[in-house]
């Protein structure tokens, strides 16, 4: 079955290549198509179009469906060409004529979209809540091994004192950045395109306000020809948001697998968590976070990809927008899957307290010293070539105690301004 069909055949090489992917993605998107029917159904009972007996057996039907839908029998064979076909010819199997009038006043093309926005918000909402989840457990172990130095870097090379508490807390902190840029994400997916139709509006005198309000969008989309214009600025923003949060994940990724080696040894993780190799019986291999660095460099493109495909479309619909499906839920799903397994993964990192013990990092501490001097009189300028020239000459002996007490340093570390940062976003 298609909502477009006028009675003839289409070929199978063009239904196969048309249809694609989507019968298999569109299952992501069914509870949404679902409620977004019954709202419709509730705007046309009001309108006049459907009796109240009509409205009551189309919400009794949908709710059949929806009731398939979340026990996982629910399934869209190859007669159908996608979910709104399906669903639509399982409400009229159940109720007879009443469901052949859903589609009133209505296009496939805001059906899809509202299903679209309808699923981005929910899957932000999810995506929120693991970048929060992760959040926390960076804090704790901010908390729990701030007192633990390791050597900061320049240039790769070894620069100043760092530490596990400004480590930690230092992801924790770029992800609220992150959780921005969903939060942006979000508000623009939190706007109804329904009643749009087919980028023209409706000569029907439907009532956007209240599908607006049932659907529970903060506002609506009021413009009919930029609701259907926010099919692919929709699907770039929420991979702008995902891109911010894997870019965070990827870093993190890159300095584990470093801090890893045998040459730094700064973390270690079980051995039930790495992998071996089928040669080299003592290797531990940080795979977890050699796949994760990789995904997240995957979903790091995904703007990139999203504007090729849109960035030279005219307005109204095209049906290139279909290929924006597959990108955008691979990539949602794959930042979901990174955010829990780095969750995972960090319940059971091992911490090397003794690091700055080798004398290989006493340079970390020559800040210090110019410091040290200045602060005893000494103008920075002479104080710096002092110590470089003790340096050059073998005579700089550190004294390895930090003491840094500014806001957001080694001493301060402003975690409780962090955590207030990070609630004050999220609500």
Not at 199 to 212: A, L
Not at 332 to 345: A, R, S, T, Y
Request: aromatic share 8%.
């Amino acid at each position: 079955m298609k909502l477009w069909d006028k009675g003839y055949t289409t070929e199978n090489i063009v239904e196969r290549f048309t249809v694609g992917n989507d019968r298999v993605l569109d299952l992501k998107l069914a509870k949404f198509d679902v409620q977004g029917n019954a709202v419709h159904a509730k705007m046309l009972a009001k309108i006049g179009i459907l009796t109240e007996q009509e409205l009551a057996d189309i919400l009794k039907g949908l709710e059949e469906i929806d009731q398939t839908i979340e026990d996982g029998t629910f399934t869209i064979e190859g007669d159908f060409e996608d979910v709104h076909s399906k669903i639509e010819f399982e409400l009229v199997k159940k109720i007879g004529e009443a469901g052949k009038k859903i589609h009133t006043a209505r296009s496939r093309n805001d059906q899809v979209l509202v299903d679209l926005h309808l699923y981005a918000k929910d899957e932000i909402i999810q995506i929120k809540g693991l970048m929060q989840t992760l959040f926390k457990t960076l804090i704790r172990l901010t908390e729990q091994h701030q007192k633990v130095l390791l050597p900061g870097y320049t240039h790769m090379q070894i620069a100043m004192p760092s530490s596990f508490g400004l480590w930690f807390g230092a992801y924790a902190e770029s992800l609220i950045d992150d959780m921005i840029m969903m939060n942006a994400a979000f508000k623009i997916a939190d706007q109804n395109p329904l009643g749009s139709a087919a980028g023209y509006g409706s000569s029907f005198p439907i009532d956007r306000t209240m599908t607006t309000e049932l659907l529970g969008f903060e506002t609506m989309k009021y413009n009919v020809v930029a609701a259907q214009m926010s099919r692919g600025k929709l699907e770039r923003s929420i991979s702008y948001g995902l891109a911010s949060v894997a870019g965070t994940l990827s870093k993190f990724s890159a300095d584990v697998c470093l801090f890893m080696s045998q040459n730094f040894n700064f973390i270690g993780f079980p051995k039930e968590l790495t992998t071996g190799s089928s040669i080299m019986p003592h290797k531990q291999n940080p795979d977890v976070f050699e796949l994760m660095r990789a995904k997240c460099n995957q979903i790091q493109s995904l703007p990139v990809e999203i504007s090729y495909m849109i960035n030279n479309l005219t307005s109204g619909y095209h049906r290139d927008f279909q290929q924006l499906k597959e990108s955008i839920m691979n990539g949602i799903d794959q930042l979901k899957d990174n955010l829990e397994v780095c969750n995972f993964m960090l319940q059971h990192i091992k911490v090397n307290e003794n690091i700055l013990d080798s004398d290989m990092y006493d340079y970390l501490y020559s800040v210090e010293e110019v410091n040290k001097l200045v602060m005893s009189g000494m103008p920075f300028r002479e104080a710096y070539q002092k110590l470089g020239k003790d340096i050059m000459e073998g005579n700089y002996k550190p004294e390895k105690n930090v003491h840094h007490t500014h806001e957001g340093s080694i001493g301060n570390l402003c975690l409780e301004e962090i955590k207030k940062k990070m609630s004050d976003v999220m609500k």
